[in-house]
C-alpha cells in the first residue's frame, strides 16, 4: 500500500491564482481530511468527508473547497489564492467514519506559498 | 470546547538522557489524549493515545505518557533518547466518542538531541 499520498510536494502561486491539492488514499478509508499547519499553531482542520458523497467544514474553511467523488481520492481547491493561505497541508484518512478511535494516517503534505 | 498547551516549544537533550515533553489540556467533559511525531519533512505518525484503562500508555519507539485527571495532563517520557527521535511532537485532544473531526492540536515541542 502507498498509504497517503498528495501532491505536489511543493507549489507557489501568485495571489489571486487558484489550483488544486491532491490526495489519494488505497486503504479504502472512509474518512478523510485536511489540514493545515503553521508556525506555532499546530494543526487546524481545513474540510473533511465522512465518505464518498460528504464533506463537511472544519474550523479554518473560508478559501478552500473540497469535493470527494469517490473513496480514494479528496482534492483541496483554492479558488483564488491569497498570501493568508501561505502554508503547509497535510491529508489525513481513517477507516471508519471518523470515529476518534480509529488512528489518522498522515500524507507527507503539500508546502504552499502564495506572492 | 477543549483546548491542548504544549509548555515547551523547543526542548534540546544530550543523546542517551531521559526527556519529558509537557501538554496540559482543558475540557468540560472527558477527553481523549493523543501524541503524535512529525520527523523532518513527513506528516504526522501517532505515537501513542489513550483512550481508557490504565493511565500509562506505552507508545511505539520507547515513548509512554501517563494521563493524569487530576492535574489534567498527559506528559510524554523516554528513559533514553537517540539522535533518530529528533523531531516535533504533538499533543492532541478530543471529546470522547467524538469524531475525528473535533480533535484539537497544540502548537508542537520541537525536540531537537546532541550528540
Known amino acids: 500500500n502507498a498509504g497517503v499520498t498528495q501532491t505536489p510536494k511543493f507549489q507557489v502561486l501568485k495571489t489571486g491564482q487558484s489550483m488544486t491539492l491532491q490526495c489519494a488514499q488505497d486503504?479504502?478509508?472512509?474518512?478523510m481530511s485536511w489540514y493545515r499547519q503553521d508556525p506555532g499553531m499546530g494543526l487546524r482542520l481545513i474540510h473533511y468527508s465522512v465518505g464518498a458523497g460528504i464533506t463537511d467544514q472544519g474550523e479554518v474553511p473560508n478559501g478552500y473547497n473540497v469535493s470527494r467523488s469517490t473513496t480514494e481520492d479528496f482534492p483541496l481547491r483554492l479558488l483564488s489564492a491569497a498570501p493568508s493561505q501561505t502554508s503547509v497541508y497535510f491529508c489525513?484518512?481513517?477507516?471508519?467514519?471518523?470515529?476518534?478511535?480509529?488512528?489518522?494516517?498522515f500524507g507527507p503534505g503539500t508546502r504552499l506559498t502564495v506572492l | 470546547a477543549q483546548s491542548v498547551t504544549q509548555l515547551d516549544s523547543q526542548v534540546p537533550v544530550f543523546e542517551e538522557a531521559p526527556v519529558e515533553l509537557r501538554c496540559n489540556y482543558s475540557?468540560?467533559?472527558?477527553?481523549?489524549l493523543f501524541w503524535y511525531v512529525q520527523y523532518p519533512n513527513q506528516g504526522l505518525q501517532l505515537l501513542l493515545k489513550?483512550?481508557?484503562?490504565?493511565?500509562l500508555v506505552k507508545g511505539i519507539n520507547g515513548f509512554e505518557a501517563e494521563f493524569n485527571k487530576s492535574q489534567t495532563s498527559f506528559h510524554l517520557r523516554k528513559p533514553s533518547v537517540h539522535i533518530s527521535d529528533t523531531a516535533e511532537y504533538f499533543c492532541?485532544?478530543?471529546?470522547?466518542?467524538?469524531?475525528?473531526?473535533?480533535?484539537?492540536f497544540g502548537s508542537g515541542t520541537r525536540l531537537s538531541i546532541r550528540p
Open positions: 475540557s468540560s467533559v472527558s477527553v481523549y
Open positions: 492532541a485532544v478530543s471529546p470522547q466518542y467524538s469524531s475525528a473531526s473535533k480533535i484539537i
Open positions: 486503504m479504502n478509508h472512509e474518512y
Open positions: 489525513a484518512s481513517s477507516y471508519a467514519s471518523g470515529r476518534i478511535q480509529d488512528t489518522q494516517y
Open positions: 489513550y483512550l481508557s484503562g490504565s493511565t
